[in-house]
């Protein structure tokens, strides 16, 4: 994940509601209760129970195939809940057909019909559900007007770029006024440089609206810069859930740690653990391993700890102190502007990836291929993984 990535992780965040102004509760306003989606013998979502609070941006991430797709689906109606629950707002969605939910689904391809101006693709579902011409008129320029678009009115889909096509499928989505937006891949669309610049306009613009929202994503950078909470799924089942600060900071098993951001894993078995420490032997390095909290475990027991690339510095001379660091050779380079990711293949034969700031690179003076250098890192740093 990129610096810019993680600066921002979380930054589109909107707290999560806790009560309505009668009292009641509103941490619960979309459940999920144990819901299990199979196709024939395949089980595509294994027993998932997820709550999402009333004007939350929640994030389901995870690699193709995973079930977030699939999830979103049964949430709209596409697709059929095997066993479980699905509730908005206290209401039971089994019995509701796609077009009497609460819900409204913003697509991948944003599906705008070509034939018609973006006015009238704004105003289809309005149209369709006998909504009066002056509310519909009222409607459909305030929804315009809030995605900024509502000098394109007359134009058709052809004629908008991708980002301003992505508006009016916000725009249509939003209009009809739902308790629930679902996001399908959001940004796929969209070239890189304004995908970042859209996700931020994108939850300013939910956020004035207020709407509680979930969106599928296999981005992590998108799921972390504009969800306020995110779900890593995996094989039908959710792996971890909470803040992306959480998730990037504190993975709960090996997957967490691969699948968010980059990170580099240090096999082992614990030799000492107290209630403030533990100290881990690996073969990967000339030193113990050392992280400044205990865990519950026997002696010899096997963990990983994960170290995040930004949180390993380089040093030309030997680290002062007994435990983690290595010494090896730099085997790549790969120049990012403020930052770049060296590659130090250790005298063990593993190689650790370390990000290093211009400014740090600079007081070292640049390491340059087949340097030797040694990689050191804080009892703070490394994350100890037992699954």
């Known amino acids: 994940m990129s610096d810019q990535a993680s600066s921002q992780a979380g930054s589109g965040a909107r707290p999560m509601g806790m009560a309505s102004a009668e009292g009641t509760s509103t941490e619960n306003f979309v459940q999920i209760v144990d819901v299990v989606k199979k196709f024939d013998e395949t089980v595509a979502v294994k027993n998932v129970s997820l709550s999402v609070a009333k004007g939350e941006l929640f994030a389901l991430l995870g690699s193709s195939g995973c079930g977030?797709?699939?999830?979103?689906?049964?949430?709209?109606g596409f697709e059929a809940v095997t066993s479980g629950k699905i509730l908005i707002d206290g209401e039971?969605?089994?019995t509701l057909p796609p077009y009497r939910?609460?819900?409204?689904?913003?697509?991948?391809?944003?599906?705008?019909?070509?034939h018609m101006t973006v006015?009238?693709?704004?105003?289809?579902g309005l149209k369709q559900e006998g909504v009066p011409k002056a509310e519909l008129k009222d409607r459909v320029h305030d929804a315009l007007e809030l995605v900024q678009m509502g000098r394109f009115a007359k134009r058709k889909p052809h004629q908008l770029s991708g980002g301003q096509q992505q508006r009016v499928a916000l725009a249509r989505s939003l209009v009809k006024r739902p308790k629930l937006l679902l996001l399908d891949e959001p940004m796929s669309a969209l070239d890189k440089q304004i995908r970042q610049r859209t996700q931020i306009e994108l939850v300013n613009i939910l956020d004035r609206v207020g709407v509680t929202c979930i969106m599928v994503t296999h981005d992590q950078e998108e799921a972390m810069t504009m969800a306020s909470r995110l779900a890593v799924m995996s094989e039908g089942s959710i792996v971890q859930l909470g803040t992306p600060h959480e998730v990037y900071e504190y993975p709960n098993s090996r997957f967490s740690a691969e699948f968010i951001g980059s990170t580099n894993l240090f096999d082992g078995h614990v030799i000492e653990d107290e209630p403030d420490h533990i100290f881990v032997e690996t073969s990967d390095l000339p030193s113990q391993l050392y992280v400044n909290h205990g865990?519950?475990?026997?002696?010899?027991?096997?963990?990983?700890?994960?170290?995040?690339?930004?949180?390993?510095?380089l040093t030309r001379k030997p680290p002062e102190g007994a435990y983690n660091w290595g010494r090896g050779t730099v085997s790549n380079i790969a120049y990012l502007g403020g930052h770049s990711l060296y590659h130090v293949k250790l005298d063990s034969g593993k190689t650790v990836?370390?990000?290093?700031s211009s400014l740090a690179l600079s007081e070292i003076e640049t390491p340059t291929w087949g340097d030797e250098v040694y990689v050191r890192w804080s009892a703070s740093a490394g994350v100890v993984l037992t699954s």
Do not use: C, H, W
């Open 101 to 114: 939910r609460p819900v409204n689904m913003m697509f991948q391809s944003y599906a705008l019909f070509p």
């Open 295 to 313: 865990i519950t475990g026997p002696l010899g027991m096997p963990v990983t700890i994960s170290v995040r690339p930004e949180r390993i510095a």
């Open 68 to 76: 977030k797709s699939t999830l979103l689906r049964m949430l709209a």
């Open 92 to 94: 039971d969605l089994a």
């Open 353 to 356: 990836v370390a990000s290093v």
């Open 119 to 124: 006015e009238a693709n704004v105003a289809f």
